[in-house]
């Protein structure tokens, strides 16, 4: 387990980690434009929802736009619409651990997607939707999926967890720790890095280092610390 790991008090030194963070983004740059609906290509737009249509390798196969109309009497108003992203599969997010000459490590990815504030954050080893990995490349990004699914070895806990209902519509994720023996050797590309769980809780300080499904994971594994 990861009850018995203890963290130092005197503040971690992430700069490797920073530096590694804008290596990745450096290689990862994109352009954002806003448009219109009715340049979006890719999408069918209907009266109360959106989706993908064309081939079934798309990025945006994974998910749907809905329009929901809700209501609850305790909030500021009565009734409002909005629109909700709702997922095609459930979500998997694990992260791998490891301890080396006593010092326990886990194994962050650096993630471009679009949503991110700086085009790349550190995420978990793995986090993506399983059955929405049509192509080669996104199959590539998750290069240790089949060592963290189903009973695999070292899992020291498994938990279903709902997403942000305000944005997510019935969206379920399960969050895994993976602890690999001491003796086992992984090759770790070069959007991956081993950091320790001092500097894990430092980049957690920081504004947009980490996605919302990393932070998900540094509050179980604060809980395990403390207990």
């Not at 909030?75 to 301890?99: F, Y």
Request: include cysteine; proline fraction near 4%; charged fraction near 25%.
């Amino acid at each position: 387990g990861v009850s018995d790991v203890s963290t130092s008090s005197a503040r971690p030194d992430v700069d490797a980690v920073r530096s590694w963070l804008t290596q990745s983004r450096l290689r990862n740059q994109v352009r954002r434009e806003v448009v219109g609906l009715d340049r979006l290509s890719g999408w069918q737009i209907n009266e109360d929802s959106i989706h993908p249509v064309g081939a079934s390798e798309h990025p945006a196969a994974a998910f749907d736009v809905i329009h929901v109309q809700a209501r609850c009497s305790s909030r500021e108003v009565a009734e409002w619409d909005q629109p909700l992203i709702e997922t095609r599969g459930q979500g998997l997010v694990a992260l791998i651990a490891q301890r080396r000459h006593g010092t326990l490590r886990v194994l962050l990815r650096a993630a471009m997607e679009p949503g991110h504030f700086d085009s790349v954050e550190c995420t978990a080893t793995v986090d993506c939707i399983p059955q929405n990995l049509r192509t080669d490349a996104q199959r590539a990004a998750q290069p240790f999926l089949e060592r963290v699914s189903g009973d695999c070895d070292g899992l020291i806990w498994s938990v279903r967890q709902s997403d942000e209902g305000g944005r997510f519509f019935r969206d379920e994720t399960d969050y895994r720790l993976v602890l690999l023996d001491e003796d086992e050797v992984i090759e770790t590309p070069a959007d991956f890095k081993w950091v320790t769980l001092d500097q894990l809780f430092e980049l957690g300080a920081w504004g947009n280092q980490l996605t919302n499904q990393l932070r998900s994971i540094v509050a179980w594994l604060r809980l395990s610390v403390e207990s």
